[in-house]
């Protein structure tokens, strides 16, 4: 057992239980999401794992705000599991594609835990990766402090384009990947973004969606 283990004992983050952050108790009684969006017709697919709510809103919440690598990995093996169970097939030529933070919050957290969650995805399902297509130009306010108006003038032209990789993505599928979706805000701020410059297909892959 590591060391770690024995000075700050595991406990699930819902329910208490020794032994993990996310049990598998707690984990059923998450609803998975099959829900989709439709929000904009550019996007060729959409796919959302869970509902945000439980023991995967509170792990996604220890990563943003708790600095907690440990919960990244068991997060990791969950949406891995997951994936598999539901025969999601990323096409062979993706390249996904996490949406960024400012260097600000990374370098207060850290990391960035969609970076930190979509390398381990990229890995296991053997397809490209790319963290520094999209940069974030400015820090914004969390958008869960925010609403659904203010959501989108807070990320209103905070994305651009890294040149020297967007020239070389053509025949590419990008996969969009964050880990919460609200209002969808976010994502279509960096769709918008992307088509600028990029007429190939764009796929969505969300953690939990509200």
């Not at 060391?3 to 059923?28: A, F, H, Q, T, V």
């Not at 490209?128 to 297509?133: A, D, I, M, R, V």
């Not at 967007?166 to 279509?188: P, Y």
Request: contains cysteine; aromatic residues 10%.
């Amino acid at each position: 057992m590591p060391i770690l283990d024995l000075i700050y004992p595991k406990k699930c983050l819902e329910c208490n239980r020794s032994g993990k952050y996310i049990c598998g108790w707690c984990l059923r009684k998450v609803p998975e999401n099959y829900t989709s969006f439709h929000f904009d017709k550019k996007f060729q697919k959409e796919i959302y794992l869970w509902h945000y709510t439980g023991v995967i809103r509170k792990a996604i919440i220890s990563l943003k705000y708790k600095f907690a690598r440990q919960v990244a990995r068991e997060l990791n093996s969950k949406i891995i599991s997951l994936l598999k169970k539901r025969k999601i097939i990323f096409p062979r030529n993706s390249v996904l594609v996490p949406i960024p933070t400012s260097f600000q919050r990374k370098n207060w957290r850290g990391f960035n835990q969609t970076e930190l969650i979509g390398r381990v995805i990229a890995a296991k399902f053997k397809i490209g990766f790319e963290p520094n297509l999209l940069l974030k130009k400015h820090n914004t306010s969390p958008q869960t402090q925010l609403t659904k108006g203010k959501r989108i003038i807070n990320l209103n032209h905070c994305f651009e384009l890294n040149p020297d990789i967007i020239n070389n993505m053509s025949e590419k599928t990008i996969i969009l990947f964050d880990d919460v979706l609200t209002t969808g805000s976010t994502i279509l701020e960096a769709e918008r973004v992307l088509s600028k410059s990029y007429n190939g297909k764009i796929q969505i892959l969300i953690l939990a969606s509200q």
